[in-house]
């Protein structure tokens, strides 16, 4: 199973900072999981391929998207605070 997942940010500070925030998952991996992030301009686009379990791929995709989702409320909080 692959899937490709693409966030797009309306700047590539933000892109960034969210990027930064979600790589460390490009290091975690059992066996049969790939995951791989990188940023591309204002874009944060992650590759995920995992020859193991449905709900391995989903728990995966799942655990990206809310520490995407984390990470951008900690930047909007910040922005905020420094305006």
Known sequence: M???ITLEYRD?????AIGQAVSPDNHKTP???QVKTVREG?????????DGK??????????LL????????TVKTIT????
Do not use: P, Q
């Not at 686009?45 to 995992?50: G, L, R």
């Open 2 to 4: 692959e899937a490709k």
């Open 31 to 33: 066996v049969g999981l």
């Open 42 to 50: 204002n874009r944060v686009v992650t590759e995920i391929c995992c």
């Open 12 to 16: 590539a500070k933000t892109a960034k």
């Open 66 to 73: 809310f520490s995407a989702s984390t990470a951008e409320k």
């Open 54 to 63: 449905l709900a391995t791929f989903t728990a995966t995709i799942d655990d």
């Open 80 to 83: 905020e605070i420094k305006h």
